[in-house]
């Protein structure tokens, strides 16, 4: 295995937006820094998780905050990977064991990448089954039951959710992967599981000048104190594509301090909409 570093650089050129950084032997973490490990199998240590984030999210209903802060947790986590390995081939080991999501404004809002041993430094892999089975089966999954075990919510919001956080990483470095961002994309998809490539569809935004991500689950953040009611750009509550413009927020609805994501965010015109 490599180091990711130079690989994740090239995604914050990009992308400054997906925080990251790689931590060295015997480093520790910082106080607003969870560590994955326990998050996979501690479901108390999540619950807490999410009940603090609560009161910044603007909701007191438990199945919201859980979505909400699950969908930032796999943007962290997934979307920050799959940026990665669309603009450079080659995905930062994430497994659970050796990651930490950092905290701010209520959510996770970054990822650290930890040694996988006493003697070497963080892991990366060339290889698209290696990268699929140390995000799903090595992290999302088992954080994903933790989740749940606590708050009941749907294994289809959840999966969703995932997809949505996944498209939102992708649609970050469209422009900038170039020609290899089709291919790559449709063949992560092709191998994730939980039916991943069937929780959304890609189409044309309103305007023809770029791609959006129109999910088929509803995250729950219209719900939201914050939200004023109003649906994400990608919500699957929408009724036609013109309400996707109506003064409703874009798709990202993990970091709403950082700029839109696909719907908004022009790209080159492709001989076929993603997957």
């Known amino acids: 295995m490599s180091a990711p570093a130079d690989q994740l650089a090239v995604v914050s050129g990009v992308a400054s937006f997906l925080r990251w950084r790689c931590d060295g032997p015997g480093a520790e973490l910082g106080p607003r820094e969870l560590d994955c490990a326990v998050l996979a199998r501690d479901a108390g240590a999540v619950a807490a998780a999410v ?3 609560a009161d910044g999210r603007g909701s007191d209903d438990p199945q919201v905050a859980a979505s909400l802060w699950w969908q930032g947790y796999a943007y962290r986590v997934a979307g920050t ?4 390995w669309l603009m450079t081939g080659t995905a930062p080991d994430v497994r659970a ?3 930490a999501v950092g905290i701010s404004r209520s959510r996770p ?3 650290v990448y930890r040694p996988a041993d006493a003697a070497g430094g963080p892991g990366a892999t060339t290889d ?10 090595g992290h999302l999954d088992p954080v994903a039951a933790t989740l749940r075990a606590g708050t009941r919510i749907g294994a289809a919001l959840v999966w969703g959710n995932v997809a949505a956080a996944c498209a939102s990483g992708a649609g970050a470095v469209r422009e900038a992967a170039g020609s290899a961002w089709h291919p790559r994309l449709d063949a992560f998809l092709a191998a994730a599981p939980h039916g ?15 791609w959006a991500f129109h999910r088929s689950t509803c995250c729950l953040w219209w719900k939201t104190t914050v939200s004023g009611g109003a649906l994400c750009a990608d919500c699957s ?19 709403r301090s950082r700029p839109p994501a696909t719907p908004t965010t022009p790209a080159p015109r492709a001989t076929h909409p993603p997957t």
């Open 51 to 53: 009940a603090e984030s």
């Open 81 to 84: 990977a799959l940026a990665c």
């Open 97 to 99: 064991a050796g990651m």
């Open 109 to 111: 809002s970054s990822v």
């Open 128 to 137: 698209l089954g290696t990268f699929v089975d140390w995000l799903f089966p």
């Open 196 to 210: 991943l490539a069937g929780l959304g569809a890609w189409a044309p935004t309103p305007d023809h000048h770029g």
């Open 237 to 255: 509550l929408h009724r036609t594509d013109d309400t996707r413009t109506a003064g409703d927020t874009p798709t990202d609805v993990t970091d």
